[in-house]
């Protein structure tokens, strides 16, 4: 029983590349979400998807990327890195608004 | 204002000690709330619900407001493992989604 599972743990980029974070469910979760974690700043949302094909912009969704073509998958695009997007990613799936979040261990990511 | 707010903390408490945690949030159309706990350097990890008539789970015992727009959990009996932030979480604006307080820390010492 995996349930939501990132990759990769950790990441340094350069300033400008670019990279996707992977996101995978197993329990046929309809809500995806992609949050980022910053120290002071608490989980702010970037992009959520309702179901496969559905996805919409968050709290702060410039600089990212996202698409769902399975019910399974929700990866997260960086299109330019830059230090701004130095923080740690949580992927969090959910079968009903009701029930909350589970979260995946998250991506630590920074851009140099 | 900000969409979900908290007592800023850290609370230090001695084992044994009750502690209460409070937070206010801003959208009156939010229907779920919830309270989650973060460990250092992990995910959040979902605490409890909390349901308009309050309810209690061993040790721990949530509460909502909606005239005010407050939600409290309260900790009896804190034992070191309780040590983590937690987060107070309700609807966002963002359609199906939700928002998440800053996070009040709290360490219990032995």
């Known amino acids: 029983n995996a349930g939501v599972t990132q990759t990769p743990k950790f990441q340094v980029l350069k300033t400008g590349q670019s990279m996707t974070l992977q996101c995978a469910q197993d329990?046929?979760?309809?809500?995806m979400s992609w949050y980022r974690q910053d120290p002071g700043m608490g989980l702010r949302l970037i992009h959520y998807s309702v179901g496969a094909g559905i996805t919409d912009q968050g709290e702060v969704p410039n600089g990212y990327n996202v698409s769902r073509s399975t019910t399974e998958d929700f990866p997260l695009r960086l299109l330019s890195a830059a230090p701004s997007q130095t923080s740690v990613y949580f992927c969090a799936s959910s079968s009903d608004t009701d029930y909350g979040y589970t979260f995946g261990s998250g991506t630590r990511l920074t851009v140099v | 204002r900000k969409e979900v707010e908290q007592d800023p903390g850290p609370f230090n408490v001695p084992e044994g000690a009750t502690v209460a945690f409070n937070c206010t949030y801003s959208?009156?159309?939010?229907?779920?709330f919830f309270w989650y706990r973060q460990d250092c350097r992990k995910e959040p990890k979902l605490l409890m619900s909390v349901y308009s008539s309050g309810n209690e789970d061993g040790r721990f015992t949530a509460q909502l407001n909606r005239a005010s727009q407050y939600i409290s959990l309260l900790i009896r009996d804190s034992k070191l493992s309780d040590s983590a932030t937690y987060l107070c979480v309700v609807n966002s604006y963002y359609g199906q989604n939700f928002v998440f307080g800053p996070g009040t820390r709290l360490s219990v010492l032995p």
């Open positions: 959208n009156s159309a939010s229907q779920s």
């Open positions: 329990m046929n979760h309809e809500y």
